[in-house]
Nanobody, 124 residues
């Protein structure tokens, strides 16, 4: 069992930056694939970025260049640095974890463990 707690969301103007954090506790965090998803009102939860236990990052195509995912295994924390934010980035951002991904790592159904989410609002 892994418990995830996100933080760092808030209100920011378009063009600004935020850094989200996800603190993990429970089982061996370093073995898990960690990911960020987001869900805007009335929309499906979508993949944003993920990072494997070797710290290799991967991104949704639309996020490349603006978002950076990283992890600090010593702190059991994964980060999402978001730059050049746009109003369409407004959503609840969720942290997810899984140690046994057998299918599409961009699919939310592959992840068993989720945080409660943190709201990001980008004003125009």
């Amino acid at each position: 069992q892994v418990q995830l707690v996100e933080s760092g969301g808030g209100l920011v103007q378009a063009g600004g930056s935020l850094r989200l954090s996800c603190q993990a506790s429970g089982r061996t965090y370093s073995n898990y694939v960690m990911a960020w998803f987001r869900q805007a009102p009335g929309k499906e939860r979508e993949f944003v970025a993920g990072i494997g236990w070797t710290s290799m990052p991967y991104y949704a195509n639309s996020m490349k260049g603006r978002f950076t995912i990283s992890r600090d295994n010593a702190k059991n924390t994964v980060y999402l640095q978001m730059n050049s934010l746009k109003p369409e980035d407004t959503a609840v951002y969720y942290c997810a974890a899984e140690d046994d991904i057998v299918g599409d790592y961009e699919s939310r159904y592959e992840y068993r463990y989720w945080g409660q989410g943190t709201q990001v609002t980008v004003s125009s």
